[in-house]
DNA sequence: CCCTAAACGATAGTTATTATAAATAATTAT
DNA sequence: ATAATTATTTATAATAACTATCGTTTAGGG
Protein backbone atom coordinates (compact mmCIF):
# COMPACT_ATOMS: atom_id res chain seq x y z
CA UNK A 1 0.00 0.00 0.00
CA UNK A 2 1.16 3.44 -0.73
CA UNK A 3 1.22 5.61 2.50
CA UNK A 4 0.96 9.21 2.28
CA UNK A 5 4.36 10.21 2.74
CA UNK A 6 5.04 8.42 -1.28
CA UNK A 7 1.93 10.64 -2.12
CA UNK A 8 3.72 13.70 -1.15
CA UNK A 9 6.82 12.54 -2.89
CA UNK A 10 4.96 12.14 -6.10
CA UNK A 11 3.06 15.33 -5.28
CA UNK A 12 6.54 17.05 -5.07
CA UNK A 13 8.16 15.16 -8.13
CA UNK A 14 5.53 16.26 -10.07
CA UNK A 15 6.30 19.76 -9.88
CA UNK A 16 9.86 19.16 -9.86
CA UNK A 17 11.10 19.11 -6.40
CA UNK A 18 12.85 17.03 -4.84
CA UNK A 19 12.31 15.11 -1.21
CA UNK A 20 15.41 16.12 0.42
CA UNK A 21 16.03 14.42 4.05
CA UNK A 22 14.92 17.86 5.27
CA UNK A 23 11.75 18.00 3.50
CA UNK A 24 11.13 13.92 4.41
CA UNK A 25 11.96 15.24 8.45
CA UNK A 26 9.29 18.10 7.97
CA UNK A 27 6.39 15.93 6.50
CA UNK A 28 7.16 13.45 9.01
CA UNK A 29 6.67 16.14 11.77
CA UNK A 30 3.48 17.02 10.35
CA UNK A 31 1.99 13.59 9.96
CA UNK A 32 2.71 12.81 13.47
CA UNK A 33 0.81 15.76 14.90
CA UNK A 34 -2.03 15.45 12.37
CA UNK A 35 -4.41 17.30 14.40
CA UNK A 36 -2.49 19.54 15.50
CA UNK A 37 -2.06 23.67 14.48
CA UNK A 38 2.13 24.35 15.02
CA UNK A 39 3.98 27.17 14.29
CA UNK A 40 7.26 27.37 12.39
CA UNK A 41 8.88 27.15 15.65
CA UNK A 42 6.99 24.46 17.13
CA UNK A 43 7.70 22.42 13.85
CA UNK A 44 11.51 23.29 13.89
CA UNK A 45 11.70 21.91 17.67
CA UNK A 46 10.47 18.66 16.60
CA UNK A 47 12.15 18.44 13.46
CA UNK A 48 15.32 18.84 15.19
CA UNK A 49 14.91 16.01 17.18
CA UNK A 50 15.00 13.13 13.81
CA UNK A 51 17.25 15.59 11.60
CA UNK A 52 19.38 17.99 14.28
CA UNK A 53 21.71 19.45 11.66
CA UNK A 54 18.22 21.15 9.66
CA UNK A 55 17.97 24.98 9.64
CA UNK A 56 15.39 27.36 10.56
CA UNK A 57 15.11 28.70 7.61
CA UNK A 58 15.31 25.32 5.78
CA UNK A 59 11.91 24.80 7.66
CA UNK A 60 10.23 28.13 6.90
CA UNK A 61 11.35 26.96 3.33
CA UNK A 62 9.58 24.23 3.18
CA UNK A 63 6.45 25.20 4.90
CA UNK A 64 5.93 27.97 2.31
CA UNK A 65 6.62 25.29 -0.43
CA UNK A 66 4.30 22.62 0.65
CA UNK A 67 1.89 25.54 1.54
CA UNK A 68 2.14 26.88 -1.79
CA UNK A 69 1.78 23.36 -3.41
CA UNK A 70 -1.53 22.88 -1.05
CA UNK A 71 -0.29 20.04 0.95
CA UNK A 72 -0.49 21.84 4.04
CA UNK A 73 -3.00 24.90 5.26
CA UNK A 74 -0.84 28.07 6.61
CA UNK A 75 -3.23 29.43 9.09
CA UNK A 76 -3.27 32.75 11.42
CA UNK A 77 -5.96 33.24 14.09
CA UNK A 78 -4.53 37.31 14.64
CA UNK A 79 -1.65 36.22 17.05
CA UNK A 80 1.14 37.45 15.12
CA UNK A 81 1.85 33.31 14.40
CA UNK A 82 1.36 31.14 11.24
CA UNK A 83 0.36 28.03 12.03
CA UNK A 84 0.92 24.78 9.51
CA UNK A 85 -1.22 21.75 9.38
CA UNK A 86 -1.60 18.67 6.84
CA UNK A 87 -4.35 19.30 4.03
CA UNK A 88 -6.94 16.74 4.62
CA UNK A 89 -6.72 14.52 1.32
CA UNK A 90 -9.16 15.23 -1.15
CA UNK A 91 -10.81 18.27 0.75
CA UNK A 92 -10.04 20.86 -1.49
CA UNK A 93 -11.14 23.77 0.77
CA UNK A 94 -10.34 24.64 4.07
CA UNK A 95 -12.07 23.37 6.99
CA UNK A 96 -13.34 25.88 9.73
CA UNK A 97 -11.89 26.66 13.39
CA UNK A 98 -13.05 27.10 16.88
CA UNK A 99 -10.75 29.37 18.51
CA UNK A 100 -10.90 29.74 22.40
CA UNK A 101 -9.47 33.53 23.26
CA UNK A 102 -9.19 32.21 26.70
CA UNK A 103 -6.96 29.14 26.75
CA UNK A 104 -6.03 29.37 22.81
CA UNK A 105 -7.01 26.21 22.11
CA UNK A 106 -7.96 25.45 18.47
CA UNK A 107 -10.70 22.53 17.57
CA UNK A 108 -11.51 21.40 13.83
CA UNK A 109 -15.03 21.34 12.32
CA UNK A 110 -15.41 19.69 8.83
CA UNK A 111 -18.81 20.61 7.96
CA UNK A 112 -19.19 22.86 4.70
CA UNK A 113 -21.01 25.54 6.26
CA UNK A 114 -20.91 27.86 3.63
CA UNK A 115 -21.90 25.32 0.61
CA UNK A 116 -24.89 27.46 -0.85
CA UNK A 117 -23.18 30.88 0.40
CA UNK A 118 -20.10 31.05 -1.77
CA UNK A 119 -22.03 30.77 -5.56
CA UNK A 120 -24.22 33.43 -4.19
CA UNK A 121 -21.22 35.59 -3.25
CA UNK A 122 -19.75 35.26 -6.69
CA UNK A 123 -22.01 36.22 -8.55
CA UNK A 124 -23.01 39.13 -6.78
CA UNK A 125 -19.74 40.63 -5.75
CA UNK A 126 -18.38 39.07 -9.05
CA UNK A 127 -15.45 37.63 -7.09
CA UNK A 128 -13.68 34.72 -7.79
CA UNK A 129 -13.38 32.69 -4.86
CA UNK A 130 -10.67 30.10 -4.12
CA UNK A 131 -10.86 29.58 -0.47
CA UNK A 132 -12.25 31.01 2.60
CA UNK A 133 -11.38 31.36 6.13
CA UNK A 134 -14.10 30.97 8.86
CA UNK A 135 -13.36 31.00 12.86
CA UNK A 136 -15.75 31.38 15.35
CA UNK A 137 -13.76 33.07 18.39
CA UNK A 138 -15.55 32.23 21.65
CA UNK A 139 -15.05 30.01 24.60
CA UNK A 140 -14.63 26.31 24.60
CA UNK A 141 -16.39 23.82 26.92
CA UNK A 142 -13.37 24.10 29.25
CA UNK A 143 -13.35 27.12 30.14
CA UNK A 144 -16.60 28.29 30.06
CA UNK A 145 -16.81 25.63 33.14
CA UNK A 146 -13.93 27.15 34.55
CA UNK A 147 -15.13 30.05 34.55
CA UNK A 148 -18.61 29.12 36.26
CA UNK A 149 -16.88 27.78 39.26
CA UNK B 1 -26.91 66.87 16.61
CA UNK B 2 -23.92 64.82 18.28
CA UNK B 3 -21.43 63.39 16.24
CA UNK B 4 -19.92 60.08 16.26
CA UNK B 5 -16.51 61.49 17.48
CA UNK B 6 -18.47 63.06 20.30
CA UNK B 7 -20.36 59.61 21.14
CA UNK B 8 -16.66 58.16 21.36
CA UNK B 9 -15.33 60.74 23.85
CA UNK B 10 -17.86 59.62 25.68
CA UNK B 11 -16.77 55.82 25.41
CA UNK B 12 -13.75 56.66 26.17
CA UNK B 13 -14.21 58.73 29.06
CA UNK B 14 -16.92 56.24 31.13
CA UNK B 15 -13.85 53.76 30.80
CA UNK B 16 -11.26 56.42 32.41
CA UNK B 17 -9.13 56.97 29.29
CA UNK B 18 -8.52 60.51 28.42
CA UNK B 19 -9.10 62.52 25.30
CA UNK B 20 -5.66 63.57 23.94
CA UNK B 21 -5.37 65.29 20.94
CA UNK B 22 -3.51 62.49 19.39
CA UNK B 23 -6.28 59.96 20.09
CA UNK B 24 -8.65 62.81 18.71
CA UNK B 25 -6.33 63.09 15.51
CA UNK B 26 -6.37 59.32 15.16
CA UNK B 27 -10.03 58.76 15.15
CA UNK B 28 -10.54 61.36 12.77
CA UNK B 29 -8.56 59.44 10.21
CA UNK B 30 -10.45 56.24 11.33
CA UNK B 31 -13.51 58.04 10.59
CA UNK B 32 -12.04 59.55 6.80
CA UNK B 33 -10.93 56.05 5.48
CA UNK B 34 -14.40 54.29 7.53
CA UNK B 35 -14.45 52.28 4.07
CA UNK B 36 -11.23 50.93 4.36
CA UNK B 37 -8.79 48.64 5.81
CA UNK B 38 -6.07 50.63 7.06
CA UNK B 39 -2.88 49.35 8.57
CA UNK B 40 -0.92 50.80 11.95
CA UNK B 41 1.29 52.42 9.27
CA UNK B 42 -1.12 53.99 6.40
CA UNK B 43 -2.75 55.18 9.96
CA UNK B 44 0.24 56.79 11.12
CA UNK B 45 1.19 58.19 7.95
CA UNK B 46 -2.26 60.20 7.68
CA UNK B 47 -2.36 61.35 10.94
CA UNK B 48 0.61 62.89 10.36
CA UNK B 49 -0.71 65.19 8.10
CA UNK B 50 -3.17 66.75 10.81
CA UNK B 51 -0.74 66.21 14.17
CA UNK B 52 2.56 65.92 13.04
CA UNK B 53 4.57 65.47 16.25
CA UNK B 54 2.59 62.01 16.79
CA UNK B 55 4.88 58.95 17.18
CA UNK B 56 4.47 55.66 15.85
CA UNK B 57 3.78 53.96 19.03
CA UNK B 58 1.24 56.68 19.84
CA UNK B 59 -0.95 55.21 17.19
CA UNK B 60 -0.24 51.65 18.09
CA UNK B 61 -1.13 52.15 21.74
CA UNK B 62 -3.95 54.00 20.63
CA UNK B 63 -5.53 51.60 17.85
CA UNK B 64 -4.80 48.74 20.44
CA UNK B 65 -6.74 50.57 23.16
CA UNK B 66 -9.70 51.64 20.44
CA UNK B 67 -9.90 47.53 19.75
CA UNK B 68 -10.25 46.99 23.29
CA UNK B 69 -12.97 49.20 24.01
CA UNK B 70 -14.69 47.59 20.51
CA UNK B 71 -14.69 50.80 18.83
CA UNK B 72 -12.17 49.53 16.19
CA UNK B 73 -11.92 46.07 14.62
CA UNK B 74 -8.17 44.58 14.12
CA UNK B 75 -8.01 42.20 11.41
CA UNK B 76 -5.27 39.86 9.93
CA UNK B 77 -5.58 38.46 6.00
CA UNK B 78 -2.46 36.44 7.06
CA UNK B 79 -0.11 38.71 5.62
CA UNK B 80 1.52 39.63 8.55
CA UNK B 81 0.04 43.12 9.01
CA UNK B 82 -2.91 44.12 11.66
CA UNK B 83 -5.35 46.22 9.65
CA UNK B 84 -8.06 48.39 11.77
CA UNK B 85 -11.19 49.72 11.07
CA UNK B 86 -14.56 51.62 12.78
CA UNK B 87 -16.85 49.58 13.94
CA UNK B 88 -19.99 50.04 12.98
CA UNK B 89 -22.51 51.63 15.41
CA UNK B 90 -25.17 49.01 16.19
CA UNK B 91 -23.00 46.06 14.59
CA UNK B 92 -22.59 43.24 17.65
CA UNK B 93 -20.32 40.90 15.27
CA UNK B 94 -18.03 41.16 12.85
CA UNK B 95 -19.06 41.52 9.21
CA UNK B 96 -17.00 39.41 6.18
CA UNK B 97 -14.35 40.37 3.85
CA UNK B 98 -13.64 39.25 0.30
CA UNK B 99 -9.66 39.62 0.35
CA UNK B 100 -7.78 39.38 -3.39
CA UNK B 101 -4.82 37.96 -2.80
CA UNK B 102 -3.75 39.23 -6.30
CA UNK B 103 -4.04 42.86 -5.20
CA UNK B 104 -4.29 42.90 -2.07
CA UNK B 105 -7.76 45.13 -1.86
CA UNK B 106 -10.26 43.81 0.80
CA UNK B 107 -14.35 44.01 0.07
CA UNK B 108 -16.64 44.52 2.89
CA UNK B 109 -19.41 41.82 3.01
CA UNK B 110 -22.43 42.87 5.62
CA UNK B 111 -24.93 39.94 5.00
CA UNK B 112 -25.15 37.65 7.73
CA UNK B 113 -24.73 34.78 6.19
CA UNK B 114 -24.25 32.82 9.49
CA UNK B 115 -27.34 33.15 10.80
CA UNK B 116 -28.27 29.80 11.48
CA UNK B 117 -25.48 28.57 11.74
CA UNK B 118 -23.68 29.69 15.12
CA UNK B 119 -26.51 27.91 17.16
CA UNK B 120 -25.88 24.61 15.26
CA UNK B 121 -22.47 24.77 16.26
CA UNK B 122 -22.94 26.48 19.76
CA UNK B 123 -24.88 22.83 20.29
CA UNK B 124 -23.16 20.44 18.66
CA UNK B 125 -19.44 21.46 19.67
CA UNK B 126 -20.44 22.60 23.22
CA UNK B 127 -18.46 26.21 22.08
CA UNK B 128 -19.75 29.29 23.03
CA UNK B 129 -19.14 31.84 20.22
CA UNK B 130 -18.49 35.78 20.67
CA UNK B 131 -17.76 36.32 17.54
CA UNK B 132 -16.23 35.30 14.02
CA UNK B 133 -14.21 35.85 10.92
CA UNK B 134 -15.13 35.09 7.60
CA UNK B 135 -12.94 35.75 4.92
CA UNK B 136 -12.95 34.66 0.85
CA UNK B 137 -9.43 34.48 -0.80
CA UNK B 138 -9.77 35.14 -4.25
CA UNK B 139 -9.69 36.89 -7.42
CA UNK B 140 -11.18 40.43 -7.30
CA UNK B 141 -13.40 41.65 -10.53
CA UNK B 142 -9.81 43.99 -11.67
CA UNK B 143 -7.64 40.98 -11.18
CA UNK B 144 -9.68 38.41 -13.17
CA UNK B 145 -9.90 40.56 -16.21
CA UNK B 146 -6.18 41.66 -16.38
CA UNK B 147 -5.26 38.07 -16.40
CA UNK B 148 -7.88 37.14 -18.84
CA UNK B 149 -6.60 39.90 -21.37
C1' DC C 1 -3.72 77.36 38.80
C1' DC C 2 -1.80 73.06 40.65
C1' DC C 3 -1.03 68.32 41.06
C1' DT C 4 -0.61 63.57 39.71
C1' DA C 5 -1.67 59.65 37.24
C1' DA C 6 -2.11 59.02 32.50
C1' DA C 7 -0.21 59.54 28.21
C1' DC C 8 3.43 60.88 25.13
C1' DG C 9 7.73 60.78 21.84
C1' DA C 10 12.01 58.80 20.92
C1' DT C 11 14.15 54.92 20.54
C1' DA C 12 15.89 50.35 21.85
C1' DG C 13 14.40 45.70 21.86
C1' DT C 14 11.73 41.65 20.39
C1' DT C 15 9.66 38.28 17.40
C1' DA C 16 8.53 36.09 13.29
C1' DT C 17 9.98 35.79 8.97
C1' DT C 18 12.81 36.56 4.68
C1' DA C 19 17.00 37.47 1.98
C1' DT C 20 21.84 36.59 1.02
C1' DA C 21 25.84 34.11 0.25
C1' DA C 22 28.87 30.46 0.49
C1' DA C 23 28.80 25.40 0.71
C1' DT C 24 26.89 20.93 -0.47
C1' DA C 25 24.24 17.62 -2.96
C1' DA C 26 22.04 15.99 -6.97
C1' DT C 27 21.52 15.92 -11.99
C1' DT C 28 22.94 16.40 -16.60
C1' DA C 29 26.38 16.96 -20.09
C1' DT C 30 30.81 15.63 -21.81
C1' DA D 1 33.84 8.74 -14.54
C1' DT D 2 34.42 13.79 -14.41
C1' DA D 3 33.11 18.41 -15.15
C1' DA D 4 29.43 21.72 -15.34
C1' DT D 5 24.99 23.08 -13.94
C1' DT D 6 21.30 23.48 -10.93
C1' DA D 7 18.74 22.82 -6.69
C1' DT D 8 18.93 22.96 -2.01
C1' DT D 9 21.06 23.66 2.23
C1' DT D 10 23.11 26.02 6.52
C1' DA D 11 24.38 30.01 8.81
C1' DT D 12 23.56 34.41 9.46
C1' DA D 13 22.34 39.15 8.40
C1' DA D 14 18.41 41.89 7.43
C1' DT D 15 13.63 43.29 7.60
C1' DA D 16 9.05 44.31 9.14
C1' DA D 17 5.74 44.82 12.49
C1' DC D 18 5.20 45.49 16.66
C1' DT D 19 6.18 46.29 21.90
C1' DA D 20 8.69 47.85 26.03
C1' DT D 21 11.28 51.38 28.36
C1' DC D 22 12.10 55.72 30.12
C1' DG D 23 12.42 60.41 30.78
C1' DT D 24 9.16 64.23 29.67
C1' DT D 25 4.70 66.29 28.99
C1' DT D 26 -0.15 66.98 29.72
C1' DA D 27 -5.29 66.27 30.64
C1' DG D 28 -8.52 67.08 33.73
C1' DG D 29 -10.10 66.71 38.66
C1' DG D 30 -9.52 69.47 42.77
Chains 1, 2 share one sequence.
Not at 63 to 85: A, H, M, Q
Not at 90 to 99: M, P, S, T
Request: aromatic content about 8%.
Amino acid sequence: MESRLDRIKKQLHSSNFKLTPQREATVRILLDNEESHLSAEDVYMQVKNISPEIGLATVYRTLELLSELEIVNKINFGDGVSRFDLRVEGANRFHHHLFCFECGSVEEIFEDLLENVESQIERKYQFQIKDHRLTFHGLCKACTDKLNQ
